[in-house]
């Protein structure tokens, strides 16, 4: 009997264990991003207005230009124009459609709170990154030729701040009423992705330095982590759908 009772008290113990090691760990992660991003912002944003980084930027800046035409892109004309392909997925009305299109899918599935969360989260990060642009008022690089059209502020970057805020959000928030571990992972990584692509593309088109990126993207990674250990915590009080709620769960 002490036998089956001490196997007994392992295997519950290892399933405490388990269950600790898979949902605390991404706690502390989201809390680690956090945090991490916060400061990075603040380290930048201090560095970057007292013209700290300005070296740095006009180095890789012209290092994604012709030495001889800094007019010219580095590579041949189809990378210049994926650079616009991919520099568009950060646009507000690409990123408006893909709020609108995960909020039709959370509705449709009857996720209604997380529909909910969602559509005050993702114009949240928006308007933050708005108020920031306008905060700071730093000059666009002049340097080299625009590739694109500009009409606001350059720090941080909006296009790596949106699409950070906008991609990793939806992609926390959705992974959040996902069960499978493998639908998870592949929406995160498609998130980081497109965030990356997003952000690398306002530099090689010369529209950004390229701090204003790396703040975009600290700052939408923060506030990302934010919004998943809010929706979180709302699931935990039993006011938000869970991880493979069925249509009638809480």
């Known amino acids: 009997m002490k036998g089956f009772a001490g196997a007994d008290l392992r295997r519950r113990a ?3 264990l ?3 090691g898979q949902h605390e760990f991404s706690t502390l992660l989201s809390v680690l991003v956090l945090s991490g991003g916060i400061w990075t912002f603040v380290e930048l944003a201090d560095e970057v207005t007292e013209g700290d980084t300005l070296s740095v930027d006009e180095t890789v800046l012209l290092m994604l230009r012709n030495p001889a035409d800094h007019a010219d892109p580095l590579g041949p004309g189809w990378v210049e124009e994926m650079g616009r392909d991919f520099t568009a997925l950060g646009g507000v009305g690409v ?3 893909i709020t609108v299109g995960a909020l039709g899918y959370l ?3 009857r996720r209604f ?3 909910l969360f969602t559509s005050v989260a993702v114009p949240g990060g928006m308007l933050l990154s708005t108020l920031m642009k306008i905060g700071y ?3 666009r690089p002049d340097l080299v030729p625009h590739e694109s059209l500009v009409y606001t502020a350059s720090f941080p970057s909006g296009h790596a701040m949106m699409s950070a805020v906008t991609y990793l959000t939806l992609a926390a928030l959705l992974s959040r009423v996902q069960a499978e571990m493998r639908l998870k992972a592949y929406l995160l990584t498609m ?3 497109l965030t990356l692509l997003v952000g690398a593309s306002r530099v090689y088109l010369g529209v950004h330095w390229p701090t204003d990126v790396l703040a975009g993207w600290t700052a939408g990674a923060a506030w990302a982590a934010l919004c998943w250990l809010a929706m979180r915590w709302l699931q935990r009080r039993g006011q938000m759908e869970s991880d493979g709620a069925s249509q009638a769960g809480p």
């Open 14 to 16: 290892s399933s405490v």
């Open 107 to 109: 509705l449709l599935a």
């Open 113 to 115: 709170r997380a529909a």
């Open 191 to 193: 998130a980081i992705l």
């Open 137 to 139: 008022d730093r000059p």
């Open 18 to 20: 388990a269950w600790l």
């Open 95 to 97: 990123l408006v459609m």
